[in-house]
């Protein structure tokens, strides 16, 4: 079992900048790939970013790409994602998750462990 636990979300005007963390607990984290997705309000889950687990390669949705870096620091179990040049649209509660896929496009229904959330609201 792994426990993630996301912080970091909150107000920011447009073009602004945040940085998300999701600490996991449990099982050890070096065994997982590690993604972003987000929910805007009245939309589908989407994926934004994932990390894999052995090489730290990532892979990034088209419309956050060149705005967003997702990190990890095995050593504080952590995984980040950096964001800069928030638009309205990144308006959406995000949420990490966890996979035992090693891949950068992973199913999403392969996606073993989910945080709660943070709410993350670009205003105009």
């Known amino acids: 079992q792994v426990e993630l636990v996301e912080s970091g979300g909150g107000l920011v005007q447009a073009g602004g900048s945040l940085r998300l963390s999701c600490a996991a607990s449990?099982?050890?984290?070096?065994?997982?790939?590690m993604g972003w997705f987000r929910q805007a309000p009245g939309k589908e889950r989407e994926f934004v970013a994932t990390?894999?687990?052995?090489?730290?390669?990532?892979n990034y949705a088209d419309s956050v790409k060149g705005r967003v870096t997702i990190l990890r620091d095995n050593a504080k179990n952590t995984v980040y994602l950096q964001m800069s040049s928030l638009k309205p649209e990144d308006t959406a509660v995000y949420y990490c998750?966890?996979?035992?896929?090693?891949?950068?496009?992973?199913?999403?229904?392969?996606?073993?462990?989910w945080g709660q959330g943070t709410q993350v609201t670009v205003s105009s």
């Open positions: 998750a966890a996979t035992r896929w090693d891949t950068l496009v992973v199913p999403t229904t392969a996606w073993d462990y």
């Open positions: 990390i894999r687990r052995t090489n730290g390669n990532t």
């Open positions: 449990g099982r050890t984290f070096t065994y997982y790939a």
